[in-house]
């Protein structure tokens, strides 16, 4: 897992209080950023932010325009904030985005490539949103990608199925935590 980075997206609170099935998603979560910690692999967290009077959305955007509308992603709001169960530590970067894929809108290119990052391992809500689309903006960058299947969620169950089990095993090595940290910390 040499240069590689795990990346947290979308897991802000208001995202959390909408997607959260009480599976214990969150506990597995940290449990992969506390892994991926030890074994001394970078956590970049990946928000949405959104400036006050949202001048970054068209209105041709219907995704965009139904974000805005339930009132989500509004920088400084305090449901736009990374969950605490999950919450960043000193050293850690968050990165801002302004639209589905973590690369959309943000500096993390930049910053994925300043620490010689090639590969990516990839967690976060929803799974047919921000971890599809930052899956597919990775591939076109050549990043090496790893998805973590029960640290993404997706409102839809059958769907979030779909992609980890038919479409993602084709881009990406595909894992459940718990396999995962068994590959990067062998006992």
């Given at each position: 897992m040499a240069n590689s980075a795990l990346l947290v997206m979308d897991v802000q609170r208001d995202v959390v209080a909408i997607a959260d099935d009480g599976s214990g998603y969150l506990r597995r979560l940290r449990a992969a950023i506390?892994?991926?910690?030890a074994v001394g692999i970078p956590v970049i967290y990946v928000v949405m932010g959104l400036r006050?009077?949202?001048?970054e959305v068209s209105p041709r955007n219907k995704v965009m325009t139904h974000v805005v509308r339930a009132g989500l992603f509004t920088e400084g709001a305090p449901g736009t904030e990374i969950h605490d169960d999950i919450a960043p530590q000193q050293g850690d970067v968050v990165v801002t985005k302004r639209r589905g894929?973590?690369?959309s809108g943000s500096d993390l290119d930049l910053v994925l490539r300043a620490r010689?990052?090639?590969?990516?391992?990839?967690?976060?809500?929803a799974t047919s949103a921000v971890v599809l689309s930052t899956?597919?903006?990775a591939i076109d960058l050549d990043y090496g990608l790893t998805v973590l299947t029960d640290a993404c969620?997706?409102?839809?169950?059958?769907?979030?199925?779909?992609l980890t089990e038919?479409?993602?095993p084709q881009w990406a090595d595909v894992f459940a935590?718990?396999?995962?940290l068994k590959v990067i910390a062998p006992q």
């Amino acid at each position: 897992m040499a240069n590689s980075a795990l990346l947290v997206m979308d897991v802000q609170r208001d995202v959390v209080a909408i997607a959260d099935d009480g599976s214990g998603y969150l506990r597995r979560l940290r449990a992969a950023i506390d892994g991926a910690r030890a074994v001394g692999i970078p956590v970049i967290y990946v928000v949405m932010g959104l400036r006050p009077g949202d001048p970054e959305v068209s209105p041709r955007n219907k995704v965009m325009t139904h974000v805005v509308r339930a009132g989500l992603f509004t920088e400084g709001a305090p449901g736009t904030e990374i969950h605490d169960d999950i919450a960043p530590q000193q050293g850690d970067v968050v990165v801002t985005k302004r639209r589905g894929s973590a690369f959309s809108g943000s500096d993390l290119d930049l910053v994925l490539r300043a620490r010689d990052i090639d590969s990516l391992v990839l967690t976060g809500i929803a799974t047919s949103a921000v971890v599809l689309s930052t899956l597919w903006h990775a591939i076109d960058l050549d990043y090496g990608l790893t998805v973590l299947t029960d640290a993404c969620l997706d409102t839809d169950p059958e769907v979030h199925q779909m992609l980890t089990e038919k479409l993602f095993p084709q881009w990406a090595d595909v894992f459940a935590v718990e396999d995962w940290l068994k590959v990067i910390a062998p006992q």
